[in-house]
T-cell receptor
């Protein structure tokens, strides 16, 4: 069974602060490493994703850092805003199969 | 362009009843997926279909069956519902770049 471990379970950050969420995986065959964002009552939506041939990808305030040797990748949210309050999931995988972490509930305080 | 649609949005079943959850996508994607989401456990893959005419088991397929009716539609059937199947069910579709697009979900309560 593939294992994906996501931490922390919950996170409280002040507006303007940095939010960091981590994801550790076991399967070295994974070749796609996305982060999804989910608001209450909605389905998840892709936020940002990375391939294993690069160590970092930045899109606006969101950055993925990827450490292939440690089998870990993380999501950094710079200048966190109350509108970023949501649940975040990592979902690494390959060949049409993706394995979701248990989620991190982020609360950005105004 | 509706994306991924799911019906029904909410359903209450009694133990032993059967039902089919419907999913359709209008993005011409080859791959479609069914997940269940339970508190504290993220999303777990039930079944997926890499292309029209093919289906494969995911992590938690027991108690479910699927049908890939055509490229647009992928249904999930519970033959004999159990309280352990109380969950939120999400359908997703994906194109060649692996991004999955999720529907709004079906909330199922089995009494």
């Amino acid at each position: 069974q593939q294992q994906v471990k996501q931490s922390p379970q919950s996170l409280i950050v002040q507006k303007g602060g940095i939010s960091i969420i981590n994801c550790a995986y076991e399967n070295t065959a994974f070749d796609y490493f996305p982060w999804y964002q989910q608001f209450p009552g909605k389905g998840p939506a892709l936020l940002i994703a990375i391939r294993p041939d690069v160590s970092e990808k930045k899109e606006g305030r969101f950055t993925i850092s990827f450490n292939k040797s440690a089998k870990q990748f993380s999501l950094h949210i710079m200048d966190s805003q109350p509108g970023d309050s949501a649940t975040y999931f990592c979902a690494p995988g390959n060949f049409n199969k993706f394995y979701f972490g248990s989620g991190t509930k982020l609360n950005v305080k105004p | 362009n509706a994306g991924v649609t799911q019906t029904p949005k909410f359903q209450v079943l009694k133990t032993g009843q059967s039902m089919t959850l419907q999913c359709a996508q209008d993005m011409n994607h080859n791959s479609m997926y069914w997940y269940r989401q339970d508190p504290g456990m993220g999303l777990r893959l039930i079944y997926y279909s890499a292309s029209e005419g093919t289906t494969d088991k995911g992590e938690v397929p027991n108690g479910y069956n699927v049908s890939r009716l055509n490229k647009r539609e992928f249904s999930l059937r519970l033959e004999s519902a159990a309280p352990s199947q109380t969950s939120v069910y999400f359908c997703a579709s994906g194109g060649v770049k692996e991004t999955q697009y999720f529907g709004p979900g079906t909330r199922l309560l089995v009494l």
